[in-house]
Structures are given as structure tokens and as C-alpha cells.
């Protein structure tokens, strides 16, 4: 049985001009993109901003997502933190709370041992709540190789991974590997790595466009490529924005252009240059376009 299937996005963080979090339109958000059709909810991750929510704020939008999705969906809740023993925590309150599963990198603040990784995954694993174990090798200091990602899927709650490494021919092997259910992490290889076996997709762009998202991952898990392909051509200059460090900025402002605004990012994050936000724009217009 696959645990995470689909599309699940990576919501963001809305913030009221002032910068608080408007739990509001979070919650408005969720109401929105489940009945557009997604598979599922991850809040507080990067794309969340959780580096700059406090802690109250952080349990608050964890709260108020599950009470929106109100069972409709699953939500999985993305559990970064500087310390092991914080990073449990955060998966002891979602399971608490009632989220179907947590998103786990591995320790953020250093480059550590392997024995470091596996014991911090072996704390969350602990906690008794099912794991997408979370590669990030681009932003954070530890890749989990698909023979790495064999030795930590040992441990009975890491069930997925969701591979952000930009390499599709990880997807093949960690499915060649091990037993975990594969999510592609970054939306520019959505088509591919659905082609190759991924079964799920932690997505960004699909908090402006989550009718697109959805039946481009539901085209391209069933072999429709011609019809994939075309709409892929579409989203493509769009979902290269998720793989920029700049993605939070970049999100939030697609979602403007979709009627759907959410407020502006908490600094470090701060306005994009004028010239990143026409390029956005037009490859908005350019996914927009076939309507």
C-alpha cells in the first residue's frame, strides 16, 4: 500500500502586511486547494518559512491545517530543527495533533557523521509516526545516497523519501535499493520522475496552480506522455522558480498573479529585484496560456 500518493503541497506561510501569520487565509488556503483537487498538506517546511516562525506559531499553523484539511486529506507535517531532541518533538506534536505522517531532514546545522544521521533518525523514527525521510543535498550538508537511504529504511517508520537532489536516476535506484515510496521534491522533474516511479510529489508551484499540478503528476503516473508532455512544456519555465533559493518569494508572488495573494515573506527573505518578477510573470502567462 502506497502511505503518501499524489500530489502533496508544500504550503506556504501566509503573513498580513505586518508580517503576523494570518491563520486565516492559511486556513482559506487549505479549503482551496483541497477542492482543487490535491492529494495532500505539508506545512512547515522551507517553503513555510518555519525558520522564522516561533514556536507557538509554528504549533498554531500545524493546528490549523489539520483542522482544515478536517480529515479530507492527509497532512504531513515537516519537522526541521536545529536539535535531535527538537526535531522529535516537533513529530511527538504532529502525532499528537493528528497529521498522517511528518517530512524529516536529516541534522541541519552541520555536516555530520553517518552514525550521527541514523541516530537522529532513529529518534524521530521512536515516536511511532510514519517518516518521509527528506533529501536536500543542494541546501543542507548530508546527501542521502540511495545506499544510505537502504541502511535508514531499516528503522519501520521511514517509509518514503522525498528527493530533492535534481538527479531523476535517484529515483530509479533508491526504488532498486530499498522499500520506500519515492516523492519527487523539486517540480522541474515532476514528469520525469513520475514516468520513473515516483508514486507522490511534494510540490511547490501547485500552491498557485494545484488543478495543473495535479493532472500533470496524474498524466504522467499513467504513461500519458504526449498529453504530459504538452502540458509539461507549459509549467516548465515555471517550476524551474522551485529550484531556486529564492522559491519562497517567487511562490508567494505566482500566487498573487493566481488571485489567490498570501502576503509578503519574513525577512532575511525581502522584495525579488524587478526584473526576477517579470520573468516570473511571464512564465506565468506562458503556463496560463492554453486557458
Same mark, same amino acid.
Given at each position: 500500500?502506497?502511505?503518501?500518493?499524489?500530489?502533496?503541497?508544500?504550503?506556504? #506561510?501566509?503573513? @498580513? =502586511? %505586518?508580517?503576523?501569520?494570518?491563520?486565516? &487565509? +492559511?486556513?482559506?488556503?487549505?479549503?482551496?486547494?483541497?477542492?482543487?483537487?490535491?492529494?495532500?498538506?505539508?506545512?512547515?517546511?522551507?517553503?513555510?518559512?518555519?525558520?522564522?516562525?516561533?514556536?507557538?506559531?509554528?504549533?498554531?499553523?500545524?493546528?490549523?491545517?489539520?483542522?482544515?484539511?478536517?480529515?479530507?486529506?492527509?497532512?504531513?507535517?515537516?519537522?526541521?530543527?536545529?536539535?535531535?531532541?527538537?526535531?522529535?518533538?516537533?513529530?511527538?506534536?504532529?502525532?499528537?495533533?493528528?497529521?498522517?505522517?511528518?517530512?524529516?531532514?536529516?541534522?541541519?546545522?552541520?555536516?555530520?557523521?553517518?552514525?550521527?544521521?541514523?541516530?537522529?533518525?532513529?529518534?524521530?523514527?521512536?515516536?511511532?509516526?510514519?517518516?518521509?525521510?527528506?533529501?536536500?543535498?543542494?541546501?543542507?550538508? #548530508?546527501?542521502? @545516497? =540511495? %545506499?544510505?537511504?537502504?541502511?535508514?529504511? &531499516? +528503522?519501520?517508520?521511514?517509509?518514503?523519501?522525498?528527493?530533492?537532489?535534481?538527479?531523476?536516476?535517484?529515483?530509479?535506484?533508491?526504488?532498486?535499493?530499498?522499500?520506500?515510496?519515492?516523492?519527487?521534491?523539486?517540480?522541474?522533474?515532476?514528469?520525469?520522475?513520475?514516468?520513473?516511479?515516483?508514486?507522490?510529489?511534494?510540490?511547490?508551484?501547485?500552491?498557485?496552480?494545484?488543478?495543473?499540478?495535479?493532472?500533470?503528476?496524474?498524466?504522467?503516473?499513467?504513461?500519458?506522455?504526449?498529453?504530459?508532455?504538452?502540458?509539461?512544456?507549459?509549467?516548465?519555465?515555471?517550476?524551474?522558480?522551485?529550484?531556486?533559493?529564492?522559491?519562497?518569494?517567487?511562490?508567494?508572488?505566482?500566487?498573487?498573479?493566481?488571485?489567490?495573494?498570501?502576503?509578503?515573506?519574513?525577512?532575511?527573505?525581502?522584495?525579488?529585484?524587478?526584473?526576477?518578477?517579470?520573468?516570473?510573470?511571464?512564465?506565468?502567462?506562458?503556463?496560463?496560456?492554453?486557458?
Amino acid at each position: 500500500m502506497t502511505r503518501f500518493a499524489g500530489v502533496y503541497v508544500a504550503l506556504v #506561510t501566509p503573513f @498580513t =502586511p %505586518d508580517c503576523e501569520v494570518d491563520y486565516k &487565509r +492559511l486556513h482559506e488556503l487549505c479549503d482551496w486547494l483541497i477542492s482543487q483537487g490535491v492529494d495532500g498538506l505539508v506545512p512547515s517546511g522551507s517553503l513555510g518559512e518555519y525558520a522564522t516562525l516561533t514556536n507557538e506559531e509554528r504549533a498554531k499553523v500545524i493546528d490549523t491545517v489539520i483542522e482544515a484539511a478536517e480529515g479530507r486529506v492527509p497532512v504531513v507535517v515537516g519537522t526541521a530543527a536545529p536539535s535531535t531532541k527538537q526535531a522529535a518533538d516537533w513529530v511527538r506534536y504532529a502525532r499528537e495533533a493528528g497529521a498522517a505522517g511528518v517530512m524529516a531532514l536529516p541534522p541541519i546545522n552541520y555536516r555530520p557523521l553517518e552514525h550521527e544521521v541514523v541516530a537522529h533518525f532513529e529518534a524521530m523514527n521512536s515516536v511511532g509516526l510514519p517518516i518521509i525521510a527528506y533529501n536536500n543535498p543542494l541546501d543542507y550538508k #548530508t546527501d542521502l @545516497t =540511495p %545506499d544510505f537511504l537502504a541502511k535508514l529504511s &531499516r +528503522l519501520e517508520n521511514v517509509v518514503a523519501v522525498k528527493e530533492f537532489s535534481g538527479d531523476v536516476r535517484r529515483m530509479l535506484e533508491i526504488l532498486e535499493k530499498t522499500n520506500l515510496e519515492v516523492m519527487v521534491g523539486v517540480d522541474n522533474l515532476t514528469l520525469e520522475g513520475a514516468m520513473v516511479g515516483a508514486t507522490g510529489w511534494i510540490a511547490g508551484v501547485p500552491n498557485a496552480l494545484p488543478k495543473e499540478g495535479v493532472e500533470l503528476f496524474n498524466l504522467s503516473r499513467a504513461g500519458k506522455l504526449e498529453e504530459a508532455m504538452a502540458l509539461y512544456r507549459r509549467l516548465l519555465p515555471l517550476f524551474r522558480f522551485d529550484a531556486s533559493p529564492q522559491l519562497v518569494q517567487s511562490i508567494k508572488y505566482m500566487m498573487e498573479l493566481a488571485g489567490f495573494p498570501v502576503g509578503p515573506t519574513r525577512a532575511p527573505r525581502l522584495p525579488l529585484p524587478d526584473a526576477e518578477y517579470e520573468a516570473i510573470r511571464q512564465a506565468y502567462q506562458h503556463a496560463v496560456g492554453g486557458k
